[in-house]
């Protein structure tokens, strides 16, 4: 048989120890992060990961950009600051997101929805039927809505932002 080599580990603490990792930071900078080996060699890890923080900027304000595009947000600028605010079509948006990923509730169970918006607050009724709809809400009558998630929470929340939580009673109701 020939002489193997016997494969040893890196002792803690010594020099070489040290490089081994400087050298794996880099190598998660060029792997993990993304980093062109060419951005590494020109600009060090420290450069290449500025331009990757910039790179994430512009793209987080063209997605800002887009969201104000399709009505969700409204940005303003006061001072030298943005500041951005949820629309209606944002807040019934968010809602809708918050409640498709509600976790489901036990097989027995359905989240129950009843209203009963006076007849002077009509468009806000409406409203209230139209984002049960879109959220998977399924109408038992014009007034009484259920679905399989844990969807409570984030409907209270809307309905506080819509200041329509006082015609609304929200149940987590066993069906028999």
């Known amino acids: 048989m020939q002489n193997e080599?016997?494969?040893?580990?890196?002792?803690?603490?010594?020099?070489?120890?040290?490089?081994?990792?400087?050298?794996?930071?880099?190598?998660?900078?060029?792997?993990?992060?993304g980093h062109h080996p060419s951005t590494i060699?020109?600009?060090?890890?420290?450069?290449?990961?500025?331009?990757?923080?910039?790179?994430?900027?512009?793209?987080?304000?063209?997605?800002?950009?887009r969201l104000e595009q399709r009505k969700f947000i409204k940005i303003r600028k006061v001072g030298d600051e943005y500041h951005a605010r949820l629309t209606d079509e944002g807040a019934v948006e968010l809602m809708k997101q918050k409640v498709m990923s509600a976790p489901m509730l036990d097989p027995d169970f359905v989240c129950m929805v009843i209203f009963d918006v006076p007849e002077s607050k009509r468009k806000l009724r409406h409203q209230i039927r139209a984002v049960l709809k879109e959220a998977g809400?399924?109408?038992?009558?014009?007034?009484?809505?259920?679905?399989?998630?844990?969807?409570?929470?984030?409907?209270?929340?809307?309905?506080?932002?819509?200041?329509?939580?006082?015609?609304?009673?929200?149940?987590?109701?066993?069906?028999?």
């Open 5 to 33: 080599k016997v494969k040893r580990q890196l002792k803690t603490g010594t020099k070489i120890l040290e490089t081994f990792l400087s050298v794996a930071d880099e190598m998660h900078a060029v792997c993990v992060e």
């Open 41 to 65: 060699l020109r600009y060090g890890v420290d450069g290449a990961r500025y331009f990757s923080e910039q790179k994430e900027r512009r793209l987080e304000r063209a997605r800002l950009k």
């Open 137 to 176: 809400f399924i109408p038992i009558q014009k007034s009484v809505w259920v679905c399989p998630y844990d969807a409570g929470d984030a409907l209270r929340e809307f309905l506080k932002i819509k200041s329509a939580i006082q015609w609304v009673r929200i149940y987590d109701a066993k069906e028999h």
